[in-house]
């Protein structure tokens, strides 16, 4: 800290009206304390911080310790005893319980003047905010890459293993950045003396074919389309299919480059069939198919992951409600709509995995009337994602029949009624005090309570902590 080199000279005579003036301007909440810490006085610039505080009323005359919570206590006396030895203390934040809801941090730096102290106070309250939002995006954040973490490795596992081989070749310069060992048995190289190559020069192609792949690589760049050409290798009998799209990482544009030995067009899927496969089998939702008791006859990847099964087979001829959070409640309800509609929209519900997990989902369903039976196909979301931010860290019952109903076979019938019950209370007294201007005795006459029923209910919902000794009439 640097102080003012002339005082006396510069700010004059400041009497106890310039300075009350000047400390009310200088924090958001000023307290004047007495030499054993006793609140004398205290002003507020922010009269929202007054009224979440309820400063006035009960501040005056009692030690400041007793305004701040248990944890802060520690603090205050170091900051006190810092203030005596050095005349300012360091600034340290401090928490005010609040009946309101959370504890309001403050910002202090307490100042000797004398025989008195000044603790001047600024609201810490927005950046309390921001720090949690801040720590919920960067869990987020941790959520997102540890879920890309597990991809990478899922398709790095699939990559090295398919028996297709597979190339990457960087679009500007043709080479080979990445191949898999499908591939660089197909070459009849080591994988490391793959990487590099000029492609398709150093695979092995025929000149004819060569000069196909080079088209067809350009086609795929122009087109932004995935075509195919048939090839043959030097050293190999036989016609190799060969299929190229390009996608791009960050700045650079890669070719995808597979290869397949060619079969009859008839036993090849129709592209657009593949290419949708291909995208529910990525898609972050779960994909199901069931026949018409509900036996799982395929599932996607995603869908393996939430009830946490490692392959498909282990889920294969299982009832799908084995991991439904309800059982087979939920699987009549979703049967039921299939029968009768054929489709079922948006119905939430839980889904337990092997080892315990619970997660939040929705269902969306429709019947698939191709083939003999009919099958139905469920899409399964993920809802956990969906986190809704308090800022306040409050935690409320819910306010509205809407927010209750979506508590329907997740709490139990007697909880939900008692729950309706203290939602309605409680909207009763809020609107009493609303109409009576926060007098207490006349909320309470006109809802038809004694006042002592009155404050019970009050202290139960967290609407006030005022005791009847201290209400006026």
């Not at 102080?3 to 009206?17: C, H, N, T, V």
């Not at 205050?76 to 928490?95: C, F, I, P, V, Y």
């Not at 001047?120 to 959520?143: F, I, K, W």
């Amino acid at each position: 800290m640097k102080a003012f080199r002339s005082p006396k000279q510069s700010l004059g005579d400041l009497g106890a009206e310039a300075a009350a003036v000047l400390i009310t301007n200088a924090a958001d909440v000023a307290v004047i304390l007495d030499g054993d810490g006793v609140i004398l006085d205290i002003a507020f610039q922010r009269l929202d911080l007054s009224v979440e505080l309820d400063g006035y009323g009960k501040w005056l005359g009692r030690g400041f310790g007793q305004t701040v919570t248990v944890d802060s206590r520690s603090k205050l006396e170091a900051m006190l005893h810092e203030a005596s030895e050095r005349t300012a203390s360091s600034s340290r934040q401090l928490k005010h319980p609040s009946t309101r809801g959370a504890d309001v941090p403050v910002l202090y730096c307490i100042v000797r003047l004398g025989d008195r102290c000044v603790a001047l106070g600024r609201d810490q309250r927005a950046l309390a905010t921001l720090q949690q939002r801040l720590v919920e995006a960067q869990m987020s954040m941790e959520r997102d890459y540890s879920r890309l973490r597990h991809v990478e490795t899922r398709y790095r596992m699939l990559f090295q293993m398919s028996s297709e081989p597979v190339f990457i070749v960087d679009a500007s310069s043709l080479k080979v950045i990445e191949a898999n060992p499908a591939a660089a048995e197909l070459a009849g190289e080591s994988h490391g003396r793959m990487i590099g190559r000029p492609f398709p020069d150093g695979v092995g192609f025929d000149t004819e074919s060569k000069q196909a792949v080079r088209t067809l690589l350009e086609a795929a760049q122009s087109t932004r389309r995935e075509n195919d050409v048939r090839v043959r290798l030097v050293d190999r009998s036989g016609e190799y299919r060969v299929s190229a799209s390009l996608f791009r990482l960050e700045t650079s544009a890669l070719f995808l480059v597979r290869l397949a030995a060619s079969a009859p067009t008839a036993m090849l899927p129709p592209r657009s069939q593949s290419k949708l496969l291909e995208l529910i089998d990525k898609s972050q939702d779960g994909f199901v198919v069931t026949d018409r008791e509900g036996r799982i006859i395929t599932a996607s990847v995603a869908f393996l992951e939430m009830v946490q099964l490692t392959r498909e087979d282990q889920a294969r001829g299982e009832l799908i409600d084995r991991w439904l959070g309800r059982g087979g409640v939920d699987l009549d309800v979703v049967m039921t709509n299939l029968r009768q509609h054929g489709s079922l929209p948006l119905f939430a519900t839980t889904l337990r995995g092997d080892y315990g997990t619970t997660t939040q989902i929705e269902i969306s369903a429709v019947t698939l009337k191709e083939g003999d039976p009919p099958s139905f196909g469920f899409v399964i979301r993920n809802l956990d994602r969906r986190v809704a931010v308090d800022p306040e860290g409050r935690h409320e019952l819910p306010r509205s029949i809407t927010q209750l109903t979506g508590l329907i076979g997740r709490v139990p019938l007697k909880d939900l009624v008692r729950q309706t019950t203290d939602v309605i209370e409680r909207m009763c007294i809020e609107a009493a005090l609303a109409l009576t201007h926060d007098n207490r005795a006349l909320a309470a006459e006109m809802l038809g309570l004694s006042r002592q029923s009155l404050y019970v209910k009050l202290r139960r919902y967290g609407l006030t902590d005022l005791a009847p000794d201290t209400e006026s009439g």
